[in-house]
């Protein structure tokens, strides 16, 4: 027999700039029971003056949390902006609470008005949210013909993305500033990034630009494979051909954790993370200096969310989140033996290797563990005189292999 389902007492509830007037009368009935509120400063201003204890979120956020956790039980309510549950309290909150304990009314989101007022298909658009979030993540999102809806940390975000539409030669693209959506002091304006003037914004904004990108305008691509010249670099670097290679072999997946062991420029790292949006990566890599040009490397091409772990690798290994994925672009046998060892069954190693006593060794473990071993060879063209020819590379032998 199944146990009943504990009470629900904790509601949380979307509400819009229109306040009061906007909820359903049964989230105005859930409010009413409540007595404890929580939200942000302008969510209690929305509801005016109440009988019951209010707590604006305080910093950090978590002591919040407790807060409500502490009265389990007790009928509470938490105000949101829009739906709870897409960049809202609603998943923090969920961490804490069982969905059993809990009611969620949402509310339309900042999005969907957006999507509304402009005339553009939602599911059609790219969301970005740069609220708490660093400013270089958008940068993986500038690509020809892109519809935008970017959540903005405050008042200067319109102007920091005009600016770097412009830096980077889509100036022509359109960009809409809306802000407090959906109440009485709901205003749009619409420019281009290159005529943007600055002018006082609401630090409650959201910013749409369509990406409107000249002949010959540098946007980051799907595929993977950059090109090496994107990539600051000591010579330390997966060349672009190769790179194409281990990322097929590594073959990322949505929110995948990747461990890259001896990272150099952090090229695998910062691929694995522009496949998909939720993908992490931790890079590793012993020294500072090159730790530093990882970072540098990962804000430039947007993923400023890459871990850099600078350390030996056999030490720093075993603090480090579980992985899905493990390259190995540096390091002797024990580092390889000792990476192989952490990770799950089922999930992909991948090993590349210059030297012919590195190679020797990914020739004994494809023997002891199986998997894919090949040899990689590129070649460019050189000029000779009047003519061309070729110029290889020095051969890589990549052990590719899914724990078993």
Request: hydrophobic fraction near 45%.
């Amino acid at each position: 027999m199944n146990s009943p389902s504990p009470r629900r007492w904790l509601t949380i509830i979307g509400i819009g700039e229109d306040g009061l007037d906007g909820l359903s009368p049964a989230a105005r009935q859930l409010l009413s029971q409540a007595n404890f509120i929580v939200g942000g400063a302008r969510h209690l201003a929305l509801l005016g003056p109440t009988q019951v204890e209010t707590l604006a979120w305080p910093s950090p956020f978590e002591r919040g949390i407790a807060e409500i956790v502490a009265r389990r039980g007790r009928p509470v309510c938490v105000l949101a902006s829009g739906d709870p549950f897409y960049y809202g309290a609603g998943a923090v909150l969920a961490e804490s609470v069982s969905p059993d304990e809990m009611i969620c009314l949402p509310a339309p989101s900042s999005l969907s008005l957006a999507a509304a007022r402009l005339g553009w298909p939602l599911q059609d658009c790219d969301v970005v949210s740069l609220h708490g979030r660093t400013f270089e993540r958008i940068i993986p999102h500038l690509r020809p013909k892109a519809r935008l809806l970017v959540l903005s940390w405050d008042s200067t975000t319109p102007e920091k993305l005009a600016r770097l539409l412009v830096a980077r030669g889509l100036g022509a693209s359109r960009l809409v500033v809306l802000e407090a959506l959906g109440g009485p002091n709901e205003r749009v304006g619409e420019s281009t990034a290159e005529t943007f003037k600055p002018r006082d914004i609401a630090d409650l904004n959201l910013v749409a630009i369509e990406i409107v990108a000249p002949h010959g305008a540098t946007f980051i691509p799907l595929t993977p494979g950059l090109p090496d010249s994107w990539f600051e670099s000591d010579g330390q670097l997966t060349k672009r051909e190769i790179r194409a290679v281990t990322l097929s072999s590594l073959a990322p997946w949505p929110g995948a954790c990747l461990w890259d062991i001896g990272a150099g420029s952090g090229s695998i790292a910062i691929e694995w993370m522009l496949a998909h949006p939720r993908n992490r990566a931790i890079a590793v890599e012993v020294r500072e200096d090159r730790a530093a040009r990882i970072a540098r490397n990962a804000a430039a091409l947007g993923v400023p969310d890459l871990k850099i772990v600078s350390g030996d690798a056999l030490a720093v290994m075993q603090n480090l989140l579980v992985p899905e994925a493990i390259f190995v672009g540096g390091g002797g046998g024990e580092v390889i033996d000792a990476a192989w060892s952490h990770l799950p069954i089922g999930r992909r190693f991948v090993v590349n290797a210059v030297t012919i006593e590195t190679q020797s060794l990914l020739a004994e473990r494809h023997a002891q563990h199986g998997g894919d071993l090949v040899s990689l060879s590129i070649a460019h063209t050189d000029p000779v005189g009047n003519y061309r020819s070729w110029h290889p590379a020095r051969p890589v032998v990549q052990w590719a292999v899914t724990k078993s």
